[in-house]
């Protein structure tokens, strides 16, 4: 079915939802701000997390690094326990590097232009819109999955989301909705609406702003909408690691910034052949990332000797740590879920 968006008045239904806003947006600690570095730490955090739940990292995270300058010196290893709980790890790596290249490139100061922002590190479209528009006025859309929802269904548009021309696509519709001089409002507004009434499943159409609008609504057919045909298929990966240990002590290392989970510490992947005398139980772990299932299998090493554990990790570089100390560094969390198991 086309789209019957030609014959709606947009900048009525814009105007419509900036009123709801205005009226039920959710009071949020970040929103009593124009900071765009506090913006920027809350829409990165959020993109991945419920509010709810990231809310008291957000605040613990602003707390220890209150500022650019803080952040871009602030040791990477810091950054990431202070990113603990949140996954996506390379998000915080990006944050750090962001910070050191606005106090490189822009003397300490945030970037004020869509195009500058969408330069920094780990910026994709969607956040230097949000950055732009709240805190800077800017008439740009922060197009996002809330967006092509809402309007895909507002407007019964079966346009591909998962079209590459999407973005492009939903931003020029947003464009004729968003009132001139709300932009950062009504861009709020589209993520508080998709959020929290206009959901994926059991939409709340009942006391939606826009229902009278909604084609989709007055046609029942809310669940048709959005139209998104492809589906990435997940990758089937296997994993092993050894916990290798004697007594309290067991060895990590730090892994390079490839593949998955950069940065972060991780147990021993191999261990020599004579050490498999050693092994006492194996446990079994399925973990799903992004386009990734993952089965992991982790093995304990009992060793019965201080030096074979120190000769390892010295030929290996290792590092020996204990529970307390590992506590204050940052695992994948299907092995800081191990290291409680093992607590």
């Known amino acids: 079915m086309k789209t019957k968006k030609q014959n709606a008045d947009f900048l009525h239904v814009g105007e419509k939802l900036l009123a709801w806003y205005r009226t039920h947006g959710r009071d949020l600690p970040f929103r009593s701000t124009n900071d765009p570095y506090k913006i920027w730490i809350c829409e990165i955090i959020f993109q991945q997390t419920r509010i709810e739940q990231g809310l008291n990292h957000y605040h613990n995270f602003i707390n220890r690094f209150p500022d650019v300058e803080t952040l871009a010196n602030a040791d990477t290893e810091e950054v990431l326990l202070y990113w603990k709980g949140l996954g996506y790890y390379s998000r915080a790596l ?3 590097k962001a910070a050191q290249q606005i106090m490189e490139d822009y ?3 945030f970037p004020e232009k869509y195009e500058d922002i969408l330069q920094l590190k780990g910026v994709g479209k969607y ?3 949000a950055i732009s528009s709240i805190c800077f006025g800017a008439k740009i859309p922060a197009v996002d999955g809330n967006f092509y929802r809402v309007l895909s269904r507002v407007f019964a548009d079966d346009f591909d989301v998962s079209n590459s021309s999407a973005f492009k696509y939903f931003s020029e519709l947003t464009l004729r909705m968003m009132p001139e001089k709300h932009a950062g409002h009504f861009n709020e507004a589209m993520m508080d609406l998709g959020s929290e009434i206009c959901k994926p499943r059991n939409p709340k159409c009942e006391i939606c702003p826009l229902n009278k609008d909604c084609l989709a609504f ?3 057919k809310i669940q048709d909408f959005p139209v998104k045909s492809k589906k990435v298929k997940p990758q089937d990966l296997e994993l092993t ?11 990590i290392k730090q892994r390079k910034e490839d593949f998955i989970w950069k940065k972060l510490y991780e147990f021993p992947v191999e261990i020599p052949e004579s050490f498999s005398r050693y092994l006492v139980s194996m446990k079994t ?9 993952l089965t992991i299998y982790i093995y304990k090493v009992n060793l019965p000797t201080k030096k074979l554990l120190n000769d390892f990790a010295k030929e290996y570089d290792f590092t020996i740590e204990n529970l307390e100390g590992s506590s204050k560094k940052s695992f994948p969390k299907p092995l800081e879920n191990y290291l409680k198991i093992i607590e």
Do not use: C, D, M, P
């Open 107 to 109: 003397q300490g100061i």
């Open 285 to 293: 772990v399925l973990h799903k990332l992004t386009h990734k299932n």
């Open 241 to 251: 690691y050894y916990f290798v240990q004697f007594g309290h002590s067991f060895l």
């Open 218 to 220: 007055n046609l029942g």
């Open 127 to 129: 956040t230097a819109a």
């Open 94 to 96: 990006n944050l750090h």
